[in-house]
Nanobody
């Protein structure tokens, strides 16, 4: 239904890439807003990318040109391709889907980028 599971995080060196996946149990991405967020220790949770099928994705300035969000709606999965990773990208990454006025969140996946 509304269960979200993120995966794909890990430990990489600066300049390398990771691809995160957010998979839903049920078809909930087809007509709803999906956001990728990240939260570093001691920091607020910030949106890094937004996705809605049929719309142009949006990105925060700090990741433009490096991150790409896409969706495979038939597989109930949204991706976040992260290239040219920097140490400041280190955070727990979450996906969230907004259905009406209710938000669903995944458990998060850790991304660590070493210098």
């Amino acid at each position: 239904q509304g269960q979200l599971v993120e995966s794909g995080g890990g430990l990489v060196q600066a300049g390398e890439s990771l691809r995160l996946s957010c998979t839903a149990s049920g078809s909930i991405f087809s007509a709803n807003f999906v956001g990728w967020y990240r939260q570093a220790p001691g920091k607020q949770r910030d949106m890094v990318a937004g996705f809605m099928q049929g719309r142009t994705p949006t990105y925060t300035d700090s990741v433009k040109g490096r991150f790409t969000v896409s969706g495979d709606i038939t597989e109930n999965t949204v991706y976040l391709q992260m290239n040219s990773l920097k140490p400041e990208d280190t955070a727990v990454y979450y996906c969230s889907v907004l259905i009406g006025s209710r938000s669903y969140w995944g458990q998060g996946t850790q991304v660590t980028v070493s210098a």
